[in-house]
């Protein structure tokens, strides 16, 4: 974590993602492991970011769409309960679109185009100058979505706190404009293991890049995607050095292995020589099927009921539109829109 947290109970918590794709084990360290702790100390909305989503997949509405109900399942699979957290879809709550209206208002189109993480994702698209208007904007519709829920704490992986410095830039440039604190500033809970390459090597695990294991992963995919994971192309013998730097395998036994002292041992051998890869990778494939195998039965007790999922979509959207509307309200008023 990187800064201490308010400690009330009544601080919001809004994350989500894009439901472009079913979620993964970057998720997984990034934020979901977050997420299910702090759902008990704070109250916690987790956003499916349709309307985002579709900033970079017009062309494929259609997996937006089904990726909805795919994501809610990954979430609950991992632990989120919905009598802690409240589920929502962005789409379906049109003040949050007026909210991205007004802000950007309240932000450059330069001060857009030098948000790093925008950045990088304009370059991994290849998007060039042909870069749709909706995907420059979207951290106005990030602060839209964080300060409409007069959210305090964001948990997110580390390449969005731009985003976070982006929406306290606007809360702050509104706040002033009002003359009082109206929307309050948000803090990024990012978790102190950074980001999690893919199994490739590539510094993220990511959906787009396709280097992921997914947590709703069978046996079988976990078994094969651990034989892929990249470990140290100079450890050619058994009986040579190994390196863990950039090793992947250890990097996911850091994340992931509950026996971190037995951990620290195999570490020592295999930087001495004597320690196959095939070892490291059978100890990475048992920690990762017994993290992985609850969630994947979870998930397939809830998929079987995919009305009770949508039930607590829709209920869960309804609660979290009366929030956004009081504070759309509110912002109305400052901005002297109060005609009748
Ligand atoms: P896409 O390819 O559509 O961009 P993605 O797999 O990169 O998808 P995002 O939807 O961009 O995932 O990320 C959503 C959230 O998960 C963000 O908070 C991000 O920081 C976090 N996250 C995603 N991948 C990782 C990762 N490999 N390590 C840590 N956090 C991650
Ligand atoms: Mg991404």
Same mark, same amino acid.
């Given at each position: ?31 979901? #492991? ?9 109250? @916690? ?31 609950? /699979?991992?632990?989120?309960?919905? /009598? ?66 007069? /959210? ?7 390449? @969005? ?11 702050? =440039? ?5 003359? =009082? ?6 803090? /990024? ?27 709703? *992963? ?18 050619? #013998? ?7 730097? !950039? ?14 002292? !037995? ?8 930087? @001495? ?25 979870? =998930? *397939?007790?809830? *998929? @079987?009921?995919? !009305? ?27 901005? !002297?829109?109060?005609?009748?």
């Amino acid at each position: 974590m990187s800064t201490p947290v308010p400690a009330s109970s009544s601080t919001v918590i809004l994350t989500g993602d894009r439901p472009t794709g079913p979620l993964h084990l970057g998720h997984f360290v990034g934020s979901l #492991r977050n997420r299910v702790a702090y759902q008990h100390e704070y109250r @916690q909305f987790i956003m499916l970011a349709d309307a985002q989503a579709l900033t970079d997949n017009m062309d494929d509405t259609d997996k937006v769409k089904r990726n909805v109900i795919e994501v809610a399942l990954d979430y609950l /699979a991992v632990g989120i309960d919905p /009598a802690l957290s409240t589920l929502l879809i962005q789409s379906q709550i049109p003040e949050l679109a007026e909210l991205t209206f007004y802000y950007l208002n309240l932000v450059t189109v330069a001060r857009l185009e030098r948000n790093p993480t925008v950045k990088e994702e304009i370059r991994l698209r290849g998007f060039e100058r042909d870069i749709p208007a909706g995907f420059l904007t979207y951290p106005a519709s990030q602060a839209a979505d964080i300060s409409g829920f007069k /959210a305090q704490l964001v948990p997110v992986g580390e390449d @969005q706190i731009p985003m976070i410095e982006q929406t306290n830039e606007i809360v702050r =440039r509104f706040n002033r404009m009002a003359g =009082r604190e109206v929307l309050l500033e948000a803090q /990024a809970l990012v978790p102190a293991l950074g980001r999690l390459p893919g199994i490739d090597g590539k510094a993220k695990m990511s959906k787009s890049m396709g280097n992921t294991i997914n947590l709703g *992963a069978t046996a079988d995919e976990v078994r094969a995607a651990v034989k892929k994971v990249y470990t140290d192309p100079l450890h050619l #013998r058994v009986q040579d050095p190994g390196h863990l730097e !950039g090793n992947v395998a250890f990097i996911y036994l850091d994340a992931f292995d509950p026996d971190q002292a !037995g951990l620290a041992e195999l570490k020592a051998r295999y930087v @001495q020589g004597g320690v196959g890869d095939s070892v490291v990778k059978a100890r990475l494939e048992g920690c990762l099927q017994d993290l992985l195998e609850p969630i994947r039965t979870r =998930r *397939a007790q809830f *998929a @079987q009921d995919r !009305g009770y999922v949508m039930q607590l979509l829709k209920e869960g959207t309804a609660k979290a539109r009366a929030i956004v509307t009081a504070t759309v309200d509110e912002v109305r008023e400052v901005l !002297g829109l109060r005609y009748f």
